[in-house]
């Protein structure tokens, strides 16, 4: 029962270096969903893929670029890392966009020095 | 205003005690409601959607007044494994689930 699978569980960066988040999913879901959470702010949108081959900006989406590589897989790109982008990163999955009910990778920890 | 408004407590109870969280959302277009959990450095998980009607699942009851644009949760009798963070999540059309900042519970014995 894998579900959401997120790598890496923890990185550490320095400011301006590139980096790739990675998400799988296999519940045959059609959307996906990529939020930050940091202290006293939520769960925050960055972006999502309602669909195989469609993307669209969340509430945060600046200095992020993402990829629905295919219906499993949808990763999320850190060109240029910065100290603000320090945050726990989860992905989520749902069978449609306007389900409520996702379901969400462990989480990985990003920490921009 | 926050979309999606809740208290962030800590409510700190004892076993067995009746506790209520309340939310409002600011959108009169949202379409459904939800509570969500999440425990201490773990995912959230969907604890309960929340109808018009009102809800309940065990020791838990939803309810949600439109015209106040208001949700609760309420948890009866609780446990110590109870404690985590109750988040409080809106669905409007064509976006994606849209959180609050979560309510925190701690339970002791």
């Known amino acids: 029962n894998a579900g959401v699978t997120q790598t890496p569980k923890f990185q550490v960066l320095k400011t301006g270096q590139s980096m790739t988040l990675q998400c799988a999913q296999d519940m045959n879901h059609n959307s996906m969903y990529w939020y930050r959470q940091d202290p006293g702010m939520g769960l925050r949108l960055i972006y999502y893929s309602a669909s195989e081959g469609t993307t669209d900006k969340g509430e945060v989406p600046n200095g992020y670029n993402v990829s629905r590589l295919n219906k499993r897989e949808f990763s999320l790109r850190l060109e240029s890392a910065a100290p603000s982008q320090t945050s726990v990163y989860f992905c989520?999955?749902?069978?449609?966009?306007?389900?409520?009910?996702?379901?969400f990778g462990e989480g990985s920890r990003l920490t921009v020095l | 205003r926050k979309e999606v408004e809740q208290d962030p407590g800590p409510f700190n109870v004892p076993e067995g005690a009746t506790v209520a969280f309340n939310c409002t959302y600011s959108n009169s277009a949202s379409q459904s409601f939800f509570w969500y959990r999440q425990d201490c450095r773990k995912e959230p998980k969907l604890l309960m959607s929340?109808?018009?009607s009102g809800n309940e699942d065990g020791r838990f009851t939803a309810q949600l007044n439109r015209a106040s644009q208001y949700i609760s949760l309420l948890i009866r009798d609780s446990k110590l494994s109870d404690s985590a963070t109750y988040l409080c999540v809106v669905n409007q059309a064509g976006t994606a689930l849209i959180f609050g900042k979560g309510t925190t519970l701690s339970v002791s014995s």
């Open positions: 989520a999955s749902s069978a449609r966009q306007n389900t409520g009910e996702l379901f």
């Open positions: 929340v109808y018009s």
